[in-house]
T-cell receptor
Framework: NAGVMQNPRHLVRRRGQEARLRCSPM?????VYWYRQLPEEGLKFMVY????????ESGMPKERFSAEFPKEGPSILRIQQVVRGDSAAYFC?????????????FGPGTRLTVL | TQLLEQSPQFLSIQEGENLTVYCNSS?????LQWYRQEPGEGPVLLVT?????EVKKLKRLTFQFGDARKDSSLHITAAQPGDTGLYLC???????????FGKGTKLSVKP
């Protein structure tokens, strides 16, 4: 019963380094969403991808952040030259094309700490 | 900008009590999901409501979607310590696309 998998669960980076977060969707799911959660805040949408396509990146900062979902392998959220404000929990969710009601299933998250 | 307001923000009750938490918006959503999140974990989907006036029950949890599809409530009967967690509502448009999340209600049930 493989749910959405994310790794690493915890990631520590120094300012200026790169962070790469990985997400494997549930089996049979072809849609991936990335959200960011700050302390005492709700989840904020970042980007929506299907295999090899970015569908909606309206929630992603225009600089330093990028995402991909290649034909083979996990989805990757990449943050270049991290700053302290990037410290947050990053969640990946997946859904199936057959979903009628936009039900999304979340992974356990990656907690990024920038020193 | 679509917003979902959840209330109360915090709720601390004794085991056995009943409670209701609310999720309100000025916007219409085609679907609304309720999630529960525990510390250090991702949100877990509890239920999806899609029809105005719809009521769904999940054991001691009762979910209602407002007639106008702008608001929802979650009622828990005879709360237990295992119900402790952050309850999040999220609104969706259509069958795909991003969800809009409220900030959540942090529930603590004391034995």
């Amino acid at each position: 019963n493989a749910g959405v998998m994310q790794n690493p669960r915890h990631l520590v980076r120094r300012r200026g380094q790169e962070a790469r977060l990985r997400c494997s969707p549930m089996k049979g799911h072809s849609h991936v969403y990335w959200y960011r959660q700050l302390p005492e805040e709700g989840l904020k949408f970042m980007v929506y991808l299907q295999k090899e396509n970015i569908i909606d990146e309206s929630g992603m900062p225009k600089e330093r952040f990028s995402a991909e979902f290649p034909k083979e392998g996990p989805s990757i959220l990449r943050i270049q030259q991290v700053v302290r404000g990037d410290s947050a929990a990053y969640f990946c969710a997946s859904s199936t094309l057959a979903s009628r009601y936009n039900e999304q299933f979340f992974g356990p998250g990656t907690r990024l700490t920038v020193l | 900008t679509q917003l979902l307001e959840q209330s109360p923000q915090f709720l601390s009750i004794q085991e056995g009590e009943n409670l209701t938490v609310y999720c309100n918006s000025s916007s219409v959503f085609s679907s609304l999901q309720w999630y529960r999140q525990e510390p250090g974990e991702g949100p877990v989907l509890l239920v999806t409501v899609v029809t105005g006036g719809e009521v769904k029950k999940l054991k001691r949890l009762t979910f209602q979607f407002g007639d106008a599809r702008k608001d929802s409530s979650l009622h828990i009967t005879a709360a237990q310590p295992g119900d402790t967690g952050l309850y999040l509502c999220a609104g969706g448009e259509g069958s795909q696309g991003n969800l809009i999340f409220g900030k959540g209600t942090k529930l603590s049930v004391k034995p």
